[in-house]
């Protein structure tokens, strides 16, 4: 069998999170609502009705491209791409193909200690459709989602293996959610990705056909559909058959592609300038703007939190997968002037209880201030680590002050000197088997020594002092 190269170009919609559709003043929250009601003679089609662009969507689009590194353009407009589906209620879509808003991106990554650019060949606004849902004996169509605004990401035939394309899929959605424009969400519907698949004979700079699969509802998939794809066309051509251009669907239950129709080429659809829009002119004003208001990113908030904060670069990683995610770990870093105690509680607690109960940081009930409240309780030493802990569980349920609880509950840790020697002594009498371990250098009988001490005080004392105080009175036997 001779050896190939696989070529991938990702095609990604997403749509926008703006407050109305593109065209018209109708509500964009389309899910909220019941179903064909967020409408207008616009999203719907009707004779006579006229489009008239949302501001907001450039802006929002504008933003997008900013963060993928494009080239701005100053001029652009609108096409009508003819073609007949039920969820299409004008019979053509309005988007942008002879010229884009924005071109000549990129996206750089680190994926096994090397540096993987992945080229963004345009961005283009355009307009979702009309939602079909099918059931045994009826299509039937919810027209809530028909202009939507969605901007269309399309690399080059760049991305030369799935798991780069898996990680170029994750930064891209990280960036724009970032940026704030959308929720960029596949379960939703809101991050919707094809996937352009061909193989050539390795070294060879010619292309072999392409399949367009779509269908991918999370980027695993997109990974599994991909490696299926190119592992289908090597067995066609090992067997003298040739790859039909065409689109595909992703059946993930089963594993495979399978023919969804002919792959339509740009005359298909018969492409002309849209007549009842005018030209797009982005002013270099508008750019600036807009520029000012762009976030600072995932990787650069990362090596700031290393450089300023001193975490390592998993740590640091791990609390800016989302924007949401960081400020908070600022705002209690901001507040207990301690970033590893912080950051340790944020790793630790705070995403063990995001994971089990399947929220986001947005959702957790224990606000930044009450944290940064708990863990200085813990760095002054009026309570134990593991008495913080306890009083966590409590904050989870109602955010309630960590001071309140610690009052109520008579929780303050003892640090007297003279009730923790008491304990120590009582530990030491009653444990000689342990004391002796210790003394003939078995260090771990410290931990059991200590773990009696703090069972007899309920958790209450001072470890720190138990452990010297431990110590001290075992080098007097």
């Known amino acids: 069998m001779k050896e190939y190269d696989i070529v991938i170009g990702l095609e990604v919609h997403c749509q926008l999170k703006t407050n109305t559709k593109i065209w018209c003043n109708a509500d964009a929250n389309y899910d909220a609502k019941d179903p064909n009601t967020c409408i207008s003679p616009v999203s719907t089609g009707m004779p006579g009705a006229l489009p008239r662009l949302n501001e907001e969507v450039l802006n929002y689009a504008i933003k997008a491209a900013l963060a993928l590194n494009c080239d701005i353009n100053r001029v652009s407009y609108f ?10 209620p004008k019979n053509y879509q309005i988007t942008q193909y002879f010229k884009p808003y924005a071109e000549n991106g990129y996206l750089e990554f680190i994926r096994n200690d090397k540096e993987v650019r992945v080229e963004i060949e345009r961005i283009q ?154 030209r797009v002119l982005i002013l270099d004003d508008r ?66 209880v995001l994971k089990e109960e399947y929220i986001d940081i947005n959702e957790f009930k224990v606000s930044s201030e009450n944290l940064a409240k708990l863990i200085k309780l813990v760095k002054e030493g009026t309570i134990s680590s593991k008495i913080a802990k306890d009083i966590f569980e409590i904050m989870c349920e109602d955010n309630k002050d960590p001071n309140t609880i610690v009052k109520e509950k008579g929780l303050i840790q003892i640090s ?40 007899i005080s309920r958790g209450k004392a001072n470890p720190q002092l138990v452990q010297e105080l431990l110590i001290k009175n075992m080098s007097k036997e």
């Open 287 to 352: 750019i600036e703007k807009l520029k000012s208001e762009m976030p600072e990113f995932a990787d650069e908030k990362q090596s700031r939190f290393m450089n300023i904060y001193g975490l390592s670069e998993v740590d640091a990683g791990n609390l800016v997968t989302s924007i949401e995610l960081a400020n908070y770990f600022e705002n209690v870093v901001k507040l207990t002037n301690e970033p590893k105690l912080s950051s340790n509680w944020m790793l630790t607690e705070v995403l063990r």
């Open 125 to 278: 606004i355009e307009e979702d459709t009309a939602k079909s849902i099918h059931t045994k004996h009826e299509s039937i169509l919810n027209f809530n989602r028909a202009s939507i605004p969605l901007i269309e990401i399309i690399t080059k035939p760049c991305i030369t293996n799935p798991q780069d394309a898996y990680v170029y899929l994750n930064t891209l959605k990280e960036r724009l959610k970032y940026t704030g424009v959308s929720d960029v969400s596949m379960e939703l519907g809101s991050l919707r990705c094809d996937a352009n698949v061909s193989i050539k004979e390795k070294g060879s700079d010619k292309l072999g056909t392409r399949t367009e699969t779509k269908n991918l509802n999370s980027f695993k998939a997109v990974v599994r559909a991909i490696e299926y794809e190119a592992n289908r066309q090597m067995e066609l051509i090992e067997k003298g058959e040739r790859v039909v251009q065409e689109t595909r669907l992703w059946d993930d239950e089963k594993g495979i592609t399978r023919p969804m129709r002919n792959k339509e080429e740009a005359m298909d659809y018969r492409y002309f300038p849209e007549p009842d829009l005018p």
């Open 416 to 455: 007297d000197t003279s009730e923790i020697e008491k304990i120590v002594k009582q530990v030491i009498e009653e444990n000689p088997e342990s004391v002796n371990d210790y003394l003939n250098g078995k260090d771990r009988a410290i931990k059991a020594l200590m773990g009696s001490a703090m069972k």
């Open 79 to 88: 096409d009508r791409k003819n073609y007949f589906y039920p969820d299409s």
